[in-house]
């Protein structure tokens, strides 16, 4: 296999893959100057405008570009309030087509009154229940209505599945503990958790980079008493650059924190798609495998990828598709999206 070392492939414990065509879109008609300003100035204009062939393509390209970046696994929470039907299938299939793994998930939310929450569960029911892998998505706990929330609940103990929810990711939602205490379960995935206010028995995705560019404070997660996994938020699927973000917030928090104790975050992953721990991802540096040399170490490339027994990048080269086609058309749909912006 050649010099660099080898690492088991990388696992984006939260992403978006509907806003990887957000890069470049207009301004929005005011300047955000809080959380729910941002959400409601960009966020919630993007994803209401998205169709399913945006979709398709914002997928495709969020994949192609986890793949380059070493990272065989992603865990997706989704939301296309104006295309609903089928946009889990549109994803897991852009997905598979590029050979990445996904756990899907449609984040339903009543910001478009009880029809729009109930179609967003029915998805999330359509999908798991034709064999599709995921979790039942939830947007946030303050978009939601309680009966909506416990009805995502039960939805997943039914299927056996956890839920997928941000929670008080800005001082917006510090209720959302409260609310979901009497819901949560282990197999869940909560996300963000900045202004929580308890311990919940689930795992915490941190996404650090988009908690700064959010400004919405630091989430402590060596303070949470479970497991800890690294996601983006949407920012690319890059995680030894995640890591290396999250050891240096650690460290502007606590001194004494560690790169070991930050890459048990990235190890984390592992256990949330214990798939990709069977991936392997050869590097084109021989520490990418030493926490404490790539936290001082940027610009560290994948040059080949397996997923399973079959090898997805070659020589930093995508072999199931053609990466220059993906962007090409990728590109004439964020044009389609920003026109309707």
Not at 113 to 132: C, H, M, Y
Not at 159 to 185: I, K, M, N, T
Not at 209 to 219: E, K, L, P
Not at 305 to 313: H, S
Request: hydrophobic letters at 45%.
């Amino acid at each position: 296999m050649g010099v660099g070392a080898t690492t088991p492939g990388m696992v984006c414990g939260h992403h978006h893959l509907y806003s990887t065509l957000a890069r470049g879109m207009p301004a929005p008609p005011m300047t955000p100057t809080n959380f729910l300003e941002v959400l409601q100035q960009i966020w919630w204009r993007l994803d209401v405008a998205l169709d399913l062939e945006m979709l398709r393509w914002s997928a495709m390209l969020g994949a192609l570009e986890a793949i380059e970046c070493g990272t065989t696994a992603i865990v997706d929470h989704h939301e296309s309030p104006s295309a609903i039907e089928g946009s889990l299938d549109v994803i897991a299939d852009a997905c598979a087509e590029v050979g990445a793994r996904v756990l899907c998930a449609y984040g339903v939310t009543d910001r478009h009154g009880p029809d729009g929450a109930r179609r967003g569960l029915e998805e999330n029911e359509r999908f798991l229940r034709s064999g599709g892998r995921g979790l039942v998505g939830v947007h946030a706990a303050f978009t939601c209505r309680q009966e909506t929330l416990e009805g995502a609940a039960a939805l997943a103990e039914d299927l056996g599945v956890g839920v997928h929810v941000h929670v008080a990711e800005g001082d917006v939602d510090v209720a959302a503990g409260e609310r979901l205490a009497p819901l949560v379960r282990e197999d869940w995935l909560v996300v963000h958790g900045v202004h929580l206010d308890r311990q919940l028995p689930a795992t915490l995705a941190h996404n650090p980079r988009s908690n700064m560019n959010n400004a919405v404070g630091y989430a402590r997660p060596r303070a949470w008493q479970g497991r800890v996994v690294l996601g983006t938020d949407g920012i690319g699927a890059d995680m030894l650059e995640e890591f290396r973000l999250a050891y240096a917030r650690a460290r502007e928090a606590d001194i004494s924190t560690t790169p070991e104790q930050a890459w048990e975050w990235v190890r984390a992953g592992w256990d949330l798609v214990p798939e990709a721990a069977g991936d392997r991802v050869r590097w084109d540096y021989d520490g990418a495998d030493d926490p404490w040399r790539l936290a001082f170490t940027p610009g560290v490339r994948a040059l080949d990828v397996w997923v399973g027994d079959e090898q997805v990048l070659a020589g930093g080269r995508a072999t199931r598709v053609d990466a220059y086609e993906v962007r090409a058309k990728a590109a004439e749909q964020a044009r389609r999206l920003f026109e309707r912006l």
